[in-house]
């Protein structure tokens, strides 16, 4: 949540900065601000709304100066205001932070400096940062800052400039990512790799309790305690042109029609021609193949139900128990963790602070941890014992969709590997499994081309206030997964339930006209799913169907109907989640809602 952007350099640091707020607006968006340094002051400009907000205020106070930081954020501490914005600055306006996380003893710390005179503007947590390092400040910025962040309790990633010292940023990072990224007589900061890919993909990823000094021609990475690190360069593997809406109208809309080459990319090299699994990643031995007893699946929002999904991936393939958690509350509901538990980790952006919590919780508790996530080098990818990565490239809108594709289709390879080592399926079994993986992308390509209609239902969908889901077996996850993304960015409210539990209480909701959104993908329970379609029917709602080739005898149960091309059932997840991607773009479209920044939302939640 938030983002942070800093530059030093020969240039004036505002367009850098401008661009990129811009590519990391999807992080939080509800205020940002600039604070260059330029002799003596630290000047600021910041302001409620989004960045072009902010871009017009700059049109009429112009700033400059070639060392800046740049903030926009996702209020946790105090409403969106100008106030509230960030940069926030001590008490002589010479010390300006930007800072994103949250600082948990911040009333105590305020507290304590409010007592010694310093005078505070804002309700935020972060203010109390600049007031802090002024308190410590004795000549050298640097050592201010690290004394400050000793006192400072919670998940935080910080960037500071000083009139005192103005050709340096000095940052911290706890908990937060921070990635320094290395230019030529110029140097960057960004709390996310897209706010980089314009000016280099030559970066330095900071760790936890780690300080980066950047000044123009260096970088000097340091323990809070003053040691200097030795640190490796790290090449980012996307393109710029892959952060680039290329095109379409929205992001979202674009990543769902790059899901046919995401899930190709992510298929890369781990399908072999005698129709095995390879992924030569993995530094799990066979004996630790066969060790494991159950498996852990833990993740956050749409991540989660990729994680529902492989929960049966795991028990019907592998032939192990499987239990699927929210991040959230894995780590607080004391799981009975026992020699031989794997926990898988699922995470788009690898830095959801939920999950990473889970994940040091499964790792203390000595299971051993697999991620799975697309962003190279991320928190969860540095601290797993294995990770597969979803060869998804940049996902940019909030709403997931090709991130989430492509982890079903990372799970299901996940557990064909571990199957495989453990000699638990039959050549056939899984050569079996390996032609249907072979043939999703173009299956999924054939769904995009098959998903005219969906625009005009979406259109009938945009004018209810509520539509509910249904599904049975992985279609039940498949729905979790539809009502979330109409909700997130069409604003309509949506429900998911597994089919055969309507009757328990929520079937009373279901009056003349609801529309009901039946996946009907398991031909094993499809008898049982044309009877909870009928319940609805009874009671006067609208059926959209989503099936599958093959699966006759729906048409009379439906008022429209969308098949998606056949693949084995385990896999229909993928397939199904495209005209429901669709439909929730469509249906918020149409109801004038911003898609790709819908309110209240941040792409990458590293708060908990
Ligand atoms: O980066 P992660 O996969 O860990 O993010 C988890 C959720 O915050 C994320 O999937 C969220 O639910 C999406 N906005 C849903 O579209």
Known sequence: MCGIVGYVGDRTALPFLIDGLKKLEYRGYDSAGVAMVDGNSALVEKCEGRIQALEERLLHNHIEGKVGIGHT??????????????????CAGEIAVVHNGIIENYARIREFLQKRGHVFRSETDTEVMPHLIEHYYEGNLEKAVQRAAKDLHGSYAMAVVSTKEPDKIVAVRNLSPLIVGLGQGENYLASDIPALLNHTRETIVLEDGEMAVITRDSVRVLSLSGEEREKNTFFVPWDPVQAERGGYPHFMLKEIHEQPGALSETLRGRLSPDGR???????????????????????????????MVGKYFI????????????ASEFRYRNPVITP???????????????????????????????????????????????????????????????????????????????????????????????MHLRMLPRKAQETLERCAPVQELARE???????????????????????????????IH?????????????????TENVPVIALATQKEVLEKMISNITEVRARGARVIIITADGLEGLDEYSSSIIRVPDTHPLLMPVLTAIPQQLLAYYAAVYRGCDVDKPRNLAKSVTVE
């Open 461 to 491: 969908l945009a004018a209810h206030d509520d539509v509910f889901f249904i599904g049975r077996g992985v279609d039940y996850a498949s729905a979790l997964e539809g009502q979330l993304k109409l909700k997130e960015i069409s604003y």
């Open 73 to 90: 954020r996702w209020a946790t501490h105090g409403k969106p205001s100008d106030t509230n914005a960030h940069p926030h600055t001590d």
């Open 315 to 326: 028990e019907r393939i592998v032939g192990i128990p499987a239990e699927v958690d929210l």
């Open 277 to 307: 699994v390879v992924l030569t990643e993995m530094t799990m031995t066979e004996a630790e193949a066969l060790a494991i007893n159950r498996v852990f699946l833990v993740a956050c929002g749409t991540a989660f139900h990729a994680g």
């Open 494 to 510: 949506a429900e998911a339930y597994a089919a055969g539990e309507l009757k328990h209480g929520t079937l009373a909701l279901i």
């Open 340 to 434: 031989g538990s794997l926990l898988v980790v699922v995470s788009q952006s690898g830095e959801t602070a939920d999950t990473l919590a889970a994940l040091r919780e499964g790792k203390a508790r000595g299971c051993r941890v697999i991620a799975i996530t697309n962003v190279v080098g991320s928190s969860v990818a540095r601290e797993a014992d294995d990770v597969i990565y979803t060869w998804a490239g940049p996902e940019i809108a909030v709403a997931s969709t090709k991130a989430y594709t492509t982890q079903v289709e990372a799970l299901s390879l996940l557990a064909l590997y571990i199957a495989q080592m453990r000699g638990h399926m039959d050549i056939y079994q899984l050569n079996e499994y390996v």
